[in-house]
């Protein structure tokens, strides 16, 4: 698998394509914003996407979702607990940012720790809740696309509606912080790091 990043959106999410380079398929997760630009790196790579999987429901992780899904005829896979999101304005948050917007519901429903298959890969399902009710992980090869979840040296915000501070770090401590220390986190928003990385230096789990 190779990844490729794209930062959209208005307040900078990071949109990962994890790509199948054989297949010339890919698996689009968080498209966050700028359909255009998402759409634009599918058509340069020749890539196909053949599913959309959301970490969570929040706004800022799928305003480009409608679009591309138009687009592309991808499937949308999104947790349960966060189903209502997609088609609330209210829930995405969406309407706090000035655009109340609504989209499309899901295709499909998350099950905490199956595996997916999509563009040939697999990606293992570890609902992740505190950031969001129905937030998730998806772990895919060495790489965890962690969503709001945590960070470089952060976590997601527990204070939005649907989060809980000890749920999230309770999250982290079992489903994150058991996986081996060379396993890269893929952030919804900064840099990328690792599973050791956060044991050792991030300020909310010492
Ligand atoms: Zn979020």
């Given at each position: 698998?190779?990844?490729?990043?794209?930062?959209v959106?208005?307040?900078?999410?990071?949109?990962?394509?994890?790509?199948?380079?054989?297949?010339?398929?890919?698996?689009?997760?968080?498209?966050?914003?700028?359909?255009?630009?998402?759409?634009?790196?599918?058509?340069?790579?020749?890539?196909?996407?053949?599913?959309?999987?959301l970490?969570?429901?929040?706004?800022?992780?799928?305003?480009?979702?409608?679009?591309?899904?138009?687009?592309?005829?991808?499937?949308?896979?999104?947790?349960?607990?966060?189903a209502?999101?997609?088609?609330?304005?209210?829930?995405?948050?969406?309407?706090?940012?000035?655009?109340?917007?609504?989209?499309k519901?899901?295709?499909e429903?998350?099950?905490?720790?199956?595996?997916?298959?999509?563009?040939?890969?697999?990606?293992?399902?570890?609902?992740?809740?505190?950031?969001?009710?129905?937030?998730?992980?998806?772990?895919?090869?060495?790489?965890?696309?962690?969503?709001?979840?945590?960070?470089?040296?952060?976590?997601?915000?527990?204070d939005?509606?649907?989060?809980?501070y000890?749920?999230?770090?309770d999250s982290?401590?079992?489903?994150?912080?058991?996986?081996?220390?060379?396993?890269?986190?893929?952030p919804?928003?900064?840099?990328?790091?690792?599973?050791?990385?956060?044991?050792?230096?991030?300020?909310?789990l010492?």
């Amino acid at each position: 698998m190779k990844v490729l990043v794209l930062e959209v959106g208005y307040i900078g999410t990071n949109c990962y394509l994890a790509v199948n380079e054989e297949q010339k398929a890919a698996v689009l997760i968080d498209p966050g914003g700028d359909a255009d630009k998402i759409l634009e790196i599918v058509t340069q790579h020749s890539i196909k996407i053949e599913a959309i999987f959301l970490t969570h429901g929040h706004s800022d992780h799928i305003m480009a979702l409608d679009e591309i899904r138009q687009a592309t005829g991808a499937k949308v896979y999104i947790s349960e607990d966060d189903a209502e999101m997609l088609v609330k304005a209210n829930s995405n948050l969406s309407s706090y940012m000035g655009a109340g917007r609504q989209f499309k519901p899901a295709d499909e429903f998350y099950r905490d720790g199956q595996t997916l298959k999509a563009a040939g890969l697999s990606f293992k399902v570890l609902a992740t809740p505190g950031h969001t009710r129905g937030g998730v992980c998806l772990v895919c090869e060495d790489i965890v696309f962690c969503g709001d979840t945590i960070f470089s040296e952060s976590i997601g915000r527990t204070d939005l509606p649907g989060g809980s501070y000890p749920q999230l770090l309770d999250s982290i401590k079992t489903k994150i912080l058991t996986l081996p220390d060379d396993m890269k986190l893929l952030p919804g928003h900064g840099p990328a790091t690792t599973v050791g990385w956060e044991r050792r230096r991030n300020p909310f789990l010492q």
